[in-house]
Structure formats: C-alpha cells, structure tokens
C-alpha cells in the first residue's frame, strides 16, 4: 500500500486499527538505500565538515 492510499482511508473516517497498522507501517518504511545529496545539501556538508576540523 502507498502513503497516498494509506492516508485516503484513514482520512475517509474513523480508521480500523488495520488501517492505522498500514499508515503507520507505511509512514516509517525506510528506503532501501538514501537518495544523494542535492547541490547545496553536499555543498553545505563539505561546508560544515571544514568547519569542523582544526586548523594548524
């Protein structure tokens, strides 16, 4: 079940415990591997990790 589908039944009323089982299932389902960072978010990263190390 999708998060979309998951989220429409709920949303239609009062969800059965089945259906809150399946939103929540759902909602913290992991990716099988992390998306790679965007631009700015790898800039960023590389930013603070400069930061970070000491300078002699």
């Not at 239609?12 to 089945?18: I, L, N, Q, W, Y």
């Amino acid at each position: 079940m999708t998060a979309e589908a998951a989220e429409v039944r709920v949303l239609r009323g009062t969800p059965t415990a089945e259906e809150l089982a399946a939103l929540i299932a759902v909602l913290c389902a992991r990716p099988a591997r992390s998306a790679p960072l965007s631009g700015y978010e790898a800039w960023r990263a590389k930013r603070l990790a400069a930061q970070r190390r000491p300078r002699p």
